[in-house]
C-alpha cells in the first residue's frame, strides 16, 4: 500500500511528512523532452538503421561491421564514466548539465552529416569505426546530459516517474518520425532506401540545434546541494557494491540486450523467414514503437500504483509473452502480423524509462549517505550497461556470419541451417532475456515509502544548509 488518506480529525503522518512535490507543467516537460526526438534518431539509427545500411548499401562485410561496432561500443563504454565524473563537477551560471547539451550539438551534428549524408558505397571499415566514434562521443555527451538534467527537475517519486514518462514518449515519437521518412521517400518515389537515409540525417541535423534552443531556453535546472564529488575511480566501484545498483545495472544489460538483438535482425528475418520486403518490415518496427507510445502513459500509471520495481516486473513478463507470440504468427498475413507487432510493443517502453527514474532514486539516497551529488556519475553507469547491451545485440552477426548467413542473400537463398540459426536468435534468445528481467528485480530494495524517507531527510539537510 502505498499512501494512507489522512481524515479531517486525524491527519496521516505519512502524508504529514511526505516530503514535497515539484510538479512541472507539462509545457515544460514537452519542451525538455523535444531534444529526445533528434536523440531517439540516432537511439534507433545505432543498433538497427546504420549496421543494415551499411551491410547493404554502402558494401562491408556482415561481419565487419559488427566487429567495427561492437570495437567503437566497447571504446565509448570507457567515454561514460569520464564524462559523468565531469559533469558532477561543473559548475557554471548556466547549470550543470545544460553546457553539456550545448557541447554535443555540432559534434552530433557533424557525425550525422558524415554518417548519413555524403557516405558512399565502397566506404571502408576505417571511415565507418572514425565517424562512428565521434558519433558515439556526442550521443554519450547529450543523453547523460539530458538524463541528468531529468534528474534534478523533479525528485519526487511519482513526479520523477512522470518526467522519465515523457521523457520516453518524445523518444518514441523520435523513432517513429525517423523510421516515417524512409518509407515516405521510397512510397512518394522521392528516392530508395539510400536516399531515406540521408533525409534521415538532413532531418537530424535540423532538428538538433532547434530542440536544443527550445530546452535552453524554457527548461530551469535546479541544481543539488551537495560537495563536489571526491573519491576517484574507488568512488565508482563503491556504487557497485549498492544492491539496487547491481539489480538495475543487471536488469538494463538483458532489456537492453532484448530489443537491440530485434532491431538487429528484424529485416532479416521478416525478409527471409516471412517472406516481407523492406517497407513492410519498416511498418511492422513502425506499429511497435506506436504501441510503446501509448502504452507508455499506462506502465508510469502503474508504477505509482505498486512501485516502480513491481510495475517494470510485470511489464518484462508481459513483454516476453507478447513477444515470442508475434514472432510466431506465420508470414503471409500482414494484416494478423501488423495487429501482433502492435500488441508486442506495449509494454516496450516500460524498461527504458522506468530503470532510469529508478537510477534516480538511488542517486537520492547515495547523496543522503555520502553528502555528494553523483547523478552524472550513475547515469554514466547505466549508459555503459545499455551500451554493453548493444554491444552483445550484435553478437548474432557474427554468429550468423559463422553459420553461412549472407545479408544479401545467394541465388537460392540462405541455407536452412543458416535461416534455422536466425529464427532462434531473434526469436527465443530475446523471450528468455525479457523474462529474466523480473526475476533479476526480485527484491529490489528502494521501495517506495524508503525513497520518501529519503526525500525527507535530504530537504530537512539541504534547507538547514541553506
Not at 569520464?82 to 553546457?99: C, Q
Not at 549517505?369 to 551500451?387: N, P, Y
Request: hydrophobic content about 55%; proline content about 6%.
Amino acid at each position: 500500500m502505498r499512501r494512507l488518506k489522512a481524515t479531517p480529525l486525524e491527519p496521516c503522518m505519512s502524508d504529514a511528512i511526505a516530503p514535497t512535490s515539484t510538479r512541472r507543467s507539462n509545457g515544460v516537460l514537452a519542451a525538455f523532452s523535444s531534444v529526445c526526438l533528434p536523440l531517439a534518431a540516432f537511439g534507433v539509427a545505432l543498433p538497427v538503421t546504420l549496421p543494415e545500411f551499411y551491410a547493404t548499401h554502402v558494401g562491408l562485410e556482415l561481419g565487419v561491421v559488427a566487429a567495427v561496432f561492437m570495437a567503437v561500443r566497447l571504446i565509448d563504454i570507457t567515454f561514460d564514466p569520464f564524462i559523468g565524473w565531469a559533469m558532477d563537477r561543473t559548475r557554471s551560471p548556466f547549470g550543470r548539465y545544460r553546457p553539456w547539451m550545448v557541447a554535443s550539438t555540432p559534434i552530433l551534428m557533424l557525425a550525422a552529416f558524415m554518417m548519413f549524408v555524403v557516405v558512399q558505397p565502397g566506404a571502408g571499415p576505417v571511415y565507418l569505426f572514425s565517424w562512428l566514434l565521434v558519433l558515439y562521443l556526442g550521443f554519450s555527451i547529450g543523453t547523460l546530459g539530458q538524463l541528468g538534467w531529468a534528474s534534478v527537475l523533479a525528485p519526487e517519486y511519482d513526479q520523477r516517474s512522470r518526467v522519465y514518462g515523457w521523457w520516453q514518449v518524445f523518444n518514441i515519437i523520435g523513432v517513429i518520425l525517423i523510421l516515417i521518412l524512409p518509407t515516405l521517400v521510397i512510397q512518394t518515389g522521392l528516392g530508395d532506401y539510400a536516399d531515406g537515409v540521408r533525409i534521415m540525417g538532413w532531418a537530424i541535423l535540423i532538428a538538433l540545434p532547434v530542440t536544443i534552443a527550445l530546452a535552453l531556453f524554457v527548461v530551469p535546472e535546479p541544481v543539488n546541494a551537495g560537495a563536489a564529488p571526491h573519491g576517484g575511480p574507488r568512488a565508482y566501484l563503491d556504487l557497485f557494491k549498492r544492491p539496487a545498483v547491481r539489480k538495475l545495472l543487471l536488469a538494463d544489460v538483458v532489456l537492453g540486450v532484448a530489443p537491440g538483438i530485434t532491431g538487429s535482425l528484424l529485416f532479416f528475418f521478416f525478409g527471409q523467414i516471412k517472406g516481407y520486403g523492406h517497407t513492410e518490415a519498416s511498418l511492422f518496427m513502425l506499429l511497435y514503437f506506436v504501441a510503446g507510445l501509448i502504452g507508455a502513459p499506462f506502465w508510469a500509471w502503474l508504477a505509482t500504483r505498486i512501485g516502480k520495481d513491481r510495475a517494470l516486473a510485470v511489464a518484462s513478463l508481459v513483454f516476453a509473452v507478447f513477444y515470442v507470440g508475434a514472432t510466431l504468427v506465420p508470414g503471409g498475413s500482414f494484416a494478423l502480423t501488423a495487429v501482433a507487432m502492435f500488441i508486442a510493443g506495449l509494454p516496450y517502453a516500460a524498461g527504458l524509462f522506468l530503470l532510469r527514474a529508478m537510477m534516480a532514486d538511488v542517486g537520492d539516497e547515495v547523496r543522503l549517505e555520502t553528502g555528494v551529488d553523483r547523478t552524472g556519475l550513475m547515469f554514466s553507469i547505466l549508459s555503459a550497461t545499455t551500451k554493453v547491451g548493444h554491444v552483445v545485440a550484435l553478437i548474432p552477426y557474427l554468429i550468423l556470419q559463422w553459420v553461412g548467413f549472407q545479408a544479401v542473400p545467394p541465388a537460392g537463398g540462405n541455407s536452412g541451417s543458416a535461416l534455422l540459426v536466425l529464427q532462434i536468435l531473434f526469436i527465443a534468445l530475446p523471450g528468455l532475456l525479457l523474462a529474466s528481467a523480473a526475476l533479476l528485480l526480485k527484491n529490489y530494495p528502494l521501495t517506495p515509502a524508503r525513497h520518501d524517507e529519503i526525500r525527507r531527510e535530504l530537504e530537512a539537510r539541504d534547507g538547514t544548509a541553506a
